[in-house]
């Protein structure tokens, strides 16, 4: 599929224009002339203003469809010009998913479990909307999004004609005033789109498993040495010092709890490599995260601990933030043709989140999910 922030559809435009004129965003300017006459009343030169305008009636809600295009996750676009330099400021409002810190946890949530953007398929394209008054009677929603502010280069703003211009130097002005600004815009927002796109599926390659991560075979005994060695010393200086240095003792109290939590520390970190070790083997799943085996991308976590939110299986470690570690069941073959080995879990999340995906059983028994 083709990601484009933005687009022009010439075609719809010149089908459905009024006048002779052939363009359905010349007749919005033949009636919106005046809206640009306050561009000459300044002494500046109107640029960013000429541009600001130009866009403004080739988007939403003036046109609608606009005459400019835009890509389902763009909640909203505004040029303005800058009350710092009069430069021309670009300021586009994506739909995102959940911020990492509230993916995969439902702790903040009063224990329910909100959902994200509500979306459906129209023509071949995703769409999102705002949740109905039935669907909040159901769940919650949280609704995420970013704003991008950016200053759009002075020198890819084309310059609006001179003085006063007649009716069609007008239209033709603004025209291509706003196909440099889609050229522009899509050169900024395109790439987060494609980003924000991929962020849940990266294409499937077999280049996706883990090394083994090499880890000294006396990392354990030499963090022991080092904890009874602090402890030991801690415990003299306490034995030994009269009442007037035990305020001096703090620094040593700190160092005594801070190397047992480093230690607790250290051994959850061998065990999460040991965990990424095993996810390598040839006929584990290639996904670099984890779902439960049952109900898939269902998974919640906090600090150490994870569960599946549906069925309350637990796992005392990151199961969400690390590889998955789940047996392979599945051949998933993506659009252009790369695959990947995956396990049920995944299968089931794929399903829901990529329908029509390409799913193959490995083996007969696998199918029937
Ligand atoms: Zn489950
Ligand atoms: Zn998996």
């Known amino acids: 599929m083709i990601t484009k922030a933005f687009w022009i559809d010439y075609e719809y435009d010149a089908d459905h224009a009024n006048r002779a004129n052939g363009s359905r965003y010349f007749d919005y300017i033949t009636d919106r002339a005046g809206s640009f006459e306050d561009c000459w009343d300044w002494e500046e030169v109107p640029k960013a203003r000429f541009a600001a305008t130009a866009w403004r009636i080739a988007t939403g809600p003036i046109m609608v469809p606009g005459y400019v295009r835009i890509h389902p996750r763009i909640l909203n676009v505004d040029l303005e010009r800058s009350d710092w330099d009069?430069?021309?400021?670009?300021?586009?409002?994506?739909?995102?998913?959940?911020?990492?810190a509230l993916q995969g946890s439902s702790e903040w949530g009063g224990g329910k479990w909100w959902r994200s953007w509500p979306s459906e398929s129209l023509s071949s394209r995703e769409a999102y909307y705002y949740p109905s008054g039935e669907d909040?009677?159901?769940?919650?929603?949280?609704?995420?999004?970013?704003?991008?502010?950016f200053l759009i280069p002075d020198d890819r703003v084309l310059a609006p004609p001179a003085d006063h211009?007649?009716?069609?130097?007008?239209?033709?002005?603004?025209?291509?005033?706003?196909?440099a600004l889609v050229g522009e815009l899509n050169a900024t927002i395109t790439p987060v789109i494609e980003k924000l796109e991929r962020s849940l599926w990266t294409r499937p390659t077999r280049q996706t498993r883990h090394p083994r991560p090499s880890r000294p075979a006396s990392s354990q005994p030499a963090r022991k040495k080092l904890a009874a060695d602090i402890r030991a010393l801690h415990q003299?200086?306490?034995?030994?010092?009269?009442?007037?240095?035990?305020?001096?003792?703090?620094?040593?109290?700190?160092a005594a709890g801070g190397v047992n939590h480093a230690a607790e520390e250290l051994t959850a970190t061998a065990a999460d490599l040991d965990r990424i070790a095993a996810a390598g083997?040839?006929?584990?799943?290639?996904?670099?995260w984890g779902v439960c085996p049952d109900?898939?991308?269902?998974?919640?976590?906090?600090?150490?601990?994870s569960w599946?939110?549906?069925?309350?299986?637990?796992?005392?470690?990151?199961?969400?933030?690390?590889?998955?570690?789940?047996?392979?069941?599945?051949?998933w073959t993506d659009t252009e043709g790369a695959t990947a080995e995956i396990c049920d879990g995944h299968a089931i999340a794929i399903r829901t989140d990529l329908p029509g995906a390409n799913l193959t059983p490995l083996t007969a028994g696998a199918g029937g999910r």
């Open 165 to 179: 211009p007649s009716l069609p130097e007008l239209q033709h002005a603004a025209k291509h005033c706003v196909t």
């Open 295 to 305: 109900h898939g991308a269902t998974l919640a976590a906090s600090g150490t601990q």
């Open 236 to 254: 003299q200086w306490q034995e030994t010092a009269g009442e007037s240095v035990r305020p001096a003792l703090f620094r040593a109290d700190e």
């Open 281 to 288: 083997a040839a006929d584990i799943c290639s996904i670099p």
């Open 136 to 149: 909040l009677a159901k769940d919650p929603y949280i609704l995420p999004s970013v704003s991008l502010r």
């Open 308 to 331: 599946c939110t549906r069925c309350g299986r637990g796992w005392h470690y990151d199961r969400y933030g690390l590889p998955c570690t789940e047996p392979t069941r599945w051949t």
């Open 86 to 100: 009069g430069s021309l400021l670009g300021c586009v409002d994506l739909i995102t998913p959940p911020p990492h």
